[in-house]
């Protein structure tokens, strides 16, 4: 069983009210082998919301506010779910403040990259889940 960012889903759960659906991960969850969850809407985040970003280990919206705790407490939600469905493996959405793996944005909201991981994604990653992006 996989867990996957309910964005690659079709769900629209992304910041701006849109989606980021991938057809792999769309047939995934139709025959049943994949679960879609949102960290940031587990955590309470509205959609749309502000965009985030991860700034010296907070995580920032784009007016400064501190929304930290709020992604602390949907990624561990989302694990919860996670280890329900008895998954080791997951898709996840590029270079999210979440959902991330290996590259996330800067914290400049410049659009620049660096290496990094979501919080999500870094939670699954020391759960030794396997993890791929879309
Ligand atoms: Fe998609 Fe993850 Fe962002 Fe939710 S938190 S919108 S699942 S990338």
Known sequence: MYIVSGCLAGLCCRYDGGDNADER???????????????????????????????????????????????????EEALKLAKLAGSKKAILKARSPSCGIGKIYDGTFGGNLIDGDGLFAAMLRKEGFELETE
């Not at 049943?32 to 995580?59: F, N, Y």
């Not at 784009?62 to 709020?70: K, M, S």
């Open 25 to 75: 991960v769309m047939q995934l969850v139709s025959e049943g082998k994949a679960i879609p969850v949102c960290p940031e809407q587990l955590g309470g985040l509205t959609t749309p919301r502000p965009p985030c970003e991860i700034v010296e280990g907070k995580v920032l919206s784009d007016q400064g506010e501190d929304v930290t705790e709020l992604f602390w407490r949907g990624a």
